[in-house]
């Protein structure tokens, strides 16, 4: 399946960048998860929930994390947000509106205490992680400690690791979207597109080795930014502080980030289509494209607008 045509890098910071995906109204800093690749959000022309918002109002401007480096194996979650984030929504100036999907939303989150934006929008991003639910926390617990020894020995945490953890929380799904891809043509839309998505997925950098830490020991196992332990840059983040307009997307089928995990904060819409779905899937465009538009399109003029953010880093 094709990409659409590159759009422009906007603003650079270490190996982060900003790529400006055009249209007008109030920049939108999208960022996506660490885990994967950015380019769900612009997988094919027909697919790209960016590209469809540059043409109604909205500029959309995607955060790439970039390929960690050897070098960048002690860089936390937090380190994630204050060394990288933060310094790029800073580029783009006041009154940004800032978007998250999965855990960039919860980095998106955090950023949005320390910059004041014009409206926070939270697409399947986790927060409380004790509502993963015992068994599923247990089993990634289990991953991980089978995992780590090798991740340390590398420094880092592999696309690999995270997949198979993906893989568990639903074997039977995992097993039956294949048995029906083999059902397909292989020179159909539907297979074609199936490729697309196998290739996104199994294709991410690796995590740095502290932030896998943080995902597995911190994240899913403490439960940190649920219960008030997760500090960045000297402030512990409380989504109840932002007084800014939040919108949230969670959806009743998400069985990589159920609607347990979602923070208490905001306006909230609830979805009935998968993690991945909701962004490229065939009803993506009635139950979040459409709404995230309307979300952001009284937004969209520049006015004076409540601040999102609580104190400054130094």
Wanted: neutral net charge.
């Amino acid at each position: 399946m094709p990409h659409a045509a590159p759009a422009e890098i906007a603003a650079r910071h270490g190996r982060a960048r900003v790529i400006d995906y055009g249209g007008s109204g109030r920049p939108t800093l999208v960022v996506p998860s660490l885990i994967n690749p950015p380019i769900v959000l612009d997988l094919a022309p027909e697919t790209s929930l960016l590209r469809w918002l540059a043409k109604r109002g909205v500029r959309p401007l995607l955060l790439d994390w970039g390929i960690p480096e050897p070098a960048d194996a002690a860089m936390t979650m937090a380190d994630h947000v204050g060394d990288l984030l933060l310094p790029l929504l800073r580029s783009i100036g006041s009154g940004a509106l800032l978007a998250g999907y999965c855990l960039g939303g919860t980095l998106a989150l955090a950023a949005a205490q320390h910059v004041p934006v014009a409206g926070l929008a939270l697409i399947a991003t986790p927060w409380r992680f004790s509502g993963f639910g015992r068994a599923a926390r247990a089993d990634i617990a289990a991953l991980w400690a089978t995992a780590r020894p090798a991740c340390e020995a590398i420094g880092a945490v592999p696309v690999e690791v995270l997949q198979s953890g993906f893989w568990r929380l639903d074997p039977a799904r995992t097993i039956g979207k294949y048995e029906r891809f083999a059902a397909l043509d292989p020179a159909s839309a539907e297979a074609r597109a199936f490729v697309a998505l196998e290739d996104w997925a199994n294709g991410g950098a690796p995590l740095t080795l502290a932030a896998g830490r943080d995902l597995f020991e911190r994240f899913v196992a403490d439960d940190a930014p649920g219960s008030g332990g997760w500090r960045v840059g000297g402030i512990a983040i409380d989504p109840a502080s932002l007084s800014c307009p939040i919108r949230q997307f969670v959806s009743a089928h998400d069985r990589i980030v159920p609607a347990a995990t979602a923070a208490p904060v905001g306006d909230t819409t609830t979805l009935s289509a998968g993690h991945v779905g909701m962004i490229v899937g065939s009803r993506a465009r009635t139950q979040l494209w459409e709404p995230l538009a309307r979300w952001c399109d009284p937004l969209a003029a520049p006015r004076s607008t409540p601040s999102c953010a609580g104190e400054t880093l130094p």
